[in-house]
């Protein structure tokens, strides 16, 4: 791939890692940026693009995006979720192993890497599964998997029911320095729930999962993780107590990260309204009180990162009674307009909130920190922060057409994305 | 919360009927006294009112009941309505897509109101969401959501043998976390101005945050009752009485069976209701179930006014 000169003008520059905000050029060749803010004379662009009004910012990294390859194309395929990740800003994302099959071999995670390779667009990196087809009981090899391109190892929303074998994963992973991602979720407890176990799901007469379940969960693994050193990363908390917890074994030393999805910063159980099946999530949105506790572990550092949680779902498997409603929403196409309505909402500057879409999962991920600074990949994202769209089928390139954002009015649009200084998505404003 | 109450279309007339919950007294208040009109149809020799005569209604019940969907089977005849009974056996990966799919192919059928009784919460709002105008839902039991037809049926109960709702104390005992029947007698009696209600349940029946439905909690089922004016009692299901929920039927009996003596802290006029089928011996001895304070058995016949009511009025044969 032979990337050509581009010159962007006139936008606002936001630098996530230093904070900066200024208004100048970027120059971009072979791939990176060659400068930073003042134009380089004598460089001759092969295209220019005009984007006064715009922000530029780096491209966001997505710690949780489904492409639903292999094994459930009917869902969604490549094509349509790399088309989806660029069209919401995303240049890199890690998809999580629950795959069909799983992602527990060199050969499946070598042919996801070579397909999106192929398509050229956002850089995926695989999860690798923990375990063998994330039954929970016997370990991947995981080094063979790192080597076929994994970023890390966790179980997805796959119960690990034996805490033997998590003991065991987590000394494993730390004696080579793997990352462990896992979503703190006690199997027993959360078993038949469908909910949070509040006062909504009573009064919906749905099976509830108690917050015990996620931080009894917690608690495992924060206490494993400091037996082992192993460097785990904990997905998608839901609730108040499970920030507290990990607020504390963060101010006791210990060296955890974790991230948030961004339906659960801005929805809670009340949203369920009449059973809406887009908000049958894993896990599952909790209370108000909780929804709060998350935002301001987000904004205090707790939680270091927000991810998409993208899970596309065809129609048929959500029009069914909530409980049978497979969980999951769209979300690759939100997360930029959703981390910016937070910012908004909390009086944040955009180069604070954008930390937990760019430099934070970069951080977790074990990647350099996405900057905008010459010599950094050309990996870039042109929004304009002031264009109001409203959320429908329609205007989601991502196969999966559910979320429970539908009909919100988001403020936000992307306009270019660039990869490795290519430009992969350009949309006309309006 | 900002979707628009299904049950109620824009002029505010009830077009289904879900739930108990979020429907304005004034319409609860209609269906009790419809249903009173119809109690004297079903005690004449002719049973019959022509009030849906021509109309198709279709029983449709994805879980087995024999008595409710013969009380709607019966409450339909008699208002000259044609009924088709259908009990749809479902194993749980076919469930929801045969729902909508079997919702569509009845109402190309032209049906003009399903009754729909399901295993899952929710079941009836969803086919209400999606079947034409015009087509009428009542829910006979979603999951553990809401039964609205029994809680009225206890309504017209309550108000038959004690009157004014705004002076009594009700106490509901018993498996409040999986009853259905339960949340929609709370909705149902707290909207119809009940000032006191009280749940009786150990701790393992009751669902979290049960106060916020605007009831208060006891444990002490003699306590719980004292000076109560009607006992709704619930049905235990038997898959619940061995397990972690509960060590035995008889230990539950001994705590929260009601017998004569717990009975007797409750008003001297007191009102036993239970949505039956009854366990004798587990929630209810029978000494109770069939002495003078019962009215189980009125219950039943209540029962099939209150669904001609309510019938006849999503048809809008009778304006309420």
Known sequence: ?430 | MTAPNPQLDSHGRLCHLLTTEGLPASILQAILDTAGSFLTVNAREVKKVPLLRGKSVFNLFFEPSTRTRTTFEIAAKRLSADVVNLTVATSSQTKGETLLDTVANLSAMHADMFVVRHSQSGAAHLIARHVGAGIHVINAGDGRHAHPTQALLDMYTIRHYKGDFRRLRVAIVGDILHSRVARSEIHALTTLGVPEVRVIAPRTLLPMQVERLGVSVWQDMARGLEDVDVVMMLRLQNERMNGALLPSAQEYFRAYGLTPEKLARARPDAIVMHPGPMNRGVEIDSAVADGRQSVILPQVTFGIAVRMAVMSILAGQVEP
């Open chain 1, 1 to 430: 791939m032979s990337a050509g000169r581009i010159e962007i003008r006139g936008a606002t520059l936001v630098d996530p890692l230093s904070g900066r905000e200024w208004t100048g050029v970027l120059c971009i060749e072979d791939g990176r940026l060659l400068s930073v803010g003042e134009p380089v004379a004598g460089f001759r662009p092969d295209r220019i693009i005009e984007a006064h009004g715009l922000v530029a910012c780096p491209g966001l990294l997505d710690l949780c995006a489904r492409l639903r390859e292999p094994g459930y194309e009917y869902k969604a395929h490549l094509e349509s979720e790399m088309s989806a990740a660029v069209a919401g800003g995303v240049t890199t994302l890690v998809c999580p192993p629950d795959t069909d099959p799983p992602l527990d071999e060199p050969g499946l995670v070598e042919m996801l890497k070579y397909r999106a390779r192929g398509l050229s667009q956002a850089n995926v990196y695989p999860l690798g599964a923990l375990t063998r087809g994330l039954q929970g009981q016997r370990l991947t090899e995981m080094a063979e998997l790192t080597e076929a391109g994994c970023v890390a190892f966790g179980q997805a929303d796959a119960p690990l029911q034996d805490a033997q074998v998590l003991l065991r994963a987590m000394q494993y992973a730390a004696t080579f320095d793997y990352g462990v991602w896992l979503r703190p979720q006690d199997a027993s407890l959360a078993r038949g729930g469908v909910a949070h176990d509040g006062e909504v799901a009573t009064r919906l007469g749905l099976a509830g999962i108690p917050v015990a379940a996620e931080t009894v969960a917690l608690s495992t693994i924060l206490l494993l993780a400091r037996d082992t050193g192993a460097r785990v990363h904990l997905c998608r908390l839901s609730s108040a107590a499970g920030v507290d917890l990990v607020r504390q074994a963060r101010a006791s030393g210990l060296r955890v990260t974790c991230d948030v999805a961004a339906a659960h910063v801005h929805l809670s159980e009340m949203d369920l309204g009449y059973f809406d099946a887009n908000c049958h999530l894993i896990p599952p949105l909790r209370s108000g009180r909780d929804r709060a506790a998350l935002r301001a572990g987000l904004a205090d550092g707790t939680i270091d990162a927000v991810c998409s949680d993208h899970t596309p779902v065809d129609d048929d498997a959500k029009q069914l009674p909530f409980a049978e409603a497979e969980p999951g929403a769209t979300g690759l196409e939100l997360l930029l307009p959703l981390i910016l309505q937070w910012a908004r909402e909390e009086g944040l500057p955009f180069a604070l909130a954008l930390r937990r879409v760019t430099t934070e999962p970069a951080r977790i991920m074990g990647l350099p920190a996405p900057a905008l600074a010459p010599g950094a990949p050309a990996d870039l994202c042109l929004f304009d922060p002031l264009a109001a769209w409203q959320v429908q089928p329609g205007a989601l390139r991502s196969q999966g057409k559910n979320t429970p954002f539908l009909g919100w009015e988001l403020v936000g649009q992307v306009r270019y994305t660039l990869v490795a200084g290519e430009v992969v998505y350009a949309s006309a404003p309006g």
